[in-house]
């Protein structure tokens, strides 16, 4: 059965969008940026809330500039051709290889994991993520962690959320200073 993964960048204290809605303190250096694309690599289809969608929406032209550099360029070719499931209450139509959600998380997780096909179910946004954790659909929480407090704003991680135990899975840390946290929930 595939896997569901929540994975994003976030800062030390638990955020992964500052309180003023930003988020530039988590531009990933080279390092992480390769790690981020090496991990596309192994995604079936994408789950982004509208939030999310609208900030990847640059991905789906990134490719026509022509000093784009060749690590963003491979990032576009990986990302533009993966099918993506957009959930919003207010967008009725959206680009490339998206589709608008037709039924609710999950009911569209479950469909997903019945379907033939190879490669995670990748879960982006916190508000997404908060949801499927409240019905434990997510099997790994992924993170790669920023020295950074921002002190408020939207969390990693669901707030007054049910227990979830997790298994360490894969650690290593990047240019010194970024560490991955990989963790799979035990049932």
């Given amino acids: 059965m595939r896997k569901v993964t929540y994975s994003m960048n976030v800062s030390l204290d638990g955020y992964i969008v500052g309180p003023d809605g930003g988020f530039d303190w988590s531009a990933p250096d080279e390092d992480v940026f390769r790690f981020w694309i090496d991990d596309i690599r192994e995604v079936g289809v994408h789950l982004l809330g ?33 099918p993506k499931v957009v959930f919003s209450t207010t967008l009725s139509e959206v680009q490339g290889r998206a589709r608008l959600a037709s039924g609710g998380l999950a009911e569209e997780i479950a469909r997903l994991r019945a379907e033939p096909g190879e490669g995670d179910i990748a879960i982006g946004g916190a508000t997404l993520a908060a949801e499927a954790a409240a019905s434990d659909l997510i099997d790994e929480y992924r993170a790669v962690v920023y020295p950074v407090l921002v002190g408020g704003g939207t969390p990693f991680f669901p707030r ?18 970024f560490p991955y946290l990989r963790y799979r929930v035990t049932r």
């Fill in 50 to 82: 509208r939030r999310l969608y609208e900030t990847m929406l640059y991905w789906e032209t990134a490719d026509q500039d022509p000093a784009l550099d060749a690590a963003s360029r491979e990032w576009t070719d990986l990302w533009k051709p993966l």
């Fill in 160 to 177: 007054g959320e049910r227990r979830v135990d997790l298994e360490l899975v894969e650690t290593r840390t990047f240019s010194s200073k």
